[in-house]
């Protein structure tokens, strides 16, 4: 009886160790996934994504109203120079995602005020030259992740000239003592 | 010999119960704190946040991945009607109301995959900017396999759910997200 007990308990143990497991590293290994599929190219380069249809599989749900462009970052050795561009008349944002999803950023149009914005994201522990006012400096929790950026079709008229102009969009991998 | 098939079947059930367990967690969507539910609507306000717990990481990779902290976009999904009945991909639906409070809009239909439908029209949402509306401001958008003129947006005939994006939600949003006025879903005809 008490071997029994035994091999129940040892088995009620496996399974919510299984459990556990599989439910806290889904999330990495789903972001992991992503960052492979858009490859080494991603990291200090943006990606600029045609507007979502059906044919859209990379990332689940996307939206049908938005012009996605996507940048890996890497801070483990260097940082991240982000510079957003500034579509007008629309909105915009650049949300930033470490490798178990969180967002633990974002910044948008009405908080760069019609202007283009400059953000840093530098790794944990990173040490940088003090920064102007004008640049945000941002610490990613993660040495890996994604960075996105969103801009709405508000016309599809305007659609050609929406992307063009989140396509002045920049992600730049730049050496610590490089940073200004 | 014993020992050996024991210890076999105990770890062939204990990591099919935590596999499967994980999987019922995740795709029903239980266990995540913060969901909150207002009419046919439901939303996980933990979504994307630094603060959310694993079951809404992991359901939020999986049917949601790079979705924005709410402080920027709270997203709502449907898979039932205003009268709690489960979409049925047979019946075409009504979803009628104001603008929701938030700087902007959409909403959007998505199949069993959680993948834009595909459809000749391309009509997978309607939005803020898109929506046709009456004089009073009110609008109602037509969500049915078949085109139909004005708002309409296509679903599947194997299953879909719809999603509401508040992007830079207003005050009474954020203050009430289980009680703000949302558009609400009417079943229409069945085939």
Known sequence: ???????????????????VIVV??????IMGRVISAIGADGTGRIVFSDRPDETARRVVRPSPDLLYSICLYDVSKNPLKIMTGAPQ?????????????????????????????TIL?????????????????????SSKGVVLFRTLINDDARLAEIDAQRREARCDVVLPNEVK | MGFILRLLVCLVVGVGLGLGSAY?????????????????????????????????????AVYGLLA?????????????????????????YRIEGRDPDARWWSITAYGRDSYLIPNPQKRYSVGKTSVVRATDGSFVIRLSRTAEAGNWIATAADGFDVSLRLYNSGDSVIAGPSTVALPSIVKEACE
């Open chain 1, 121 to 141: 994201l530098i790794g944990q522990g990173q040490q940088i030259p003090p920064q102007d006012g004008a640049t945000t400096v941002i610490s990613a929790p």
């Open chain 1, 89 to 117: 008349g629309t909105y915009w944002s650049v949300s930033f995602f470490a490798d178990n999803t969180d967002n633990f950023f974002v910044f948008n149009d009405s908080q760069a005020q019609g202007k283009p914005a």
């Open chain 1, 24 to 29: 806290s590293q889904l999330p990495t290994f």
């Open chain 2, 68 to 92: 924005l902290n709410k402080s920027e976009t709270i997203y709502y999904t449907a898979r039932e009607d205003s009268a709690g009945q489960a979409f049925d991909p047979a019946c075409s």
């Open chain 1, 1 to 19: 009886m008490k071997r029994i007990l035994l091999w129940l308990v040892f088995t009620l143990v496996l399974a919510a160790a299984t459990h």
């Open chain 2, 24 to 60: 019922y967690m995740i795709v029903h969507g239980t266990g995540q704190q913060a969901v909150v539910i207002n009419g046919p609507w439901r939303s996980n306000l933990a979504a994307g946040g630094v603060d959310a717990d694993m079951y809404t990481r992991a359901t939020v």
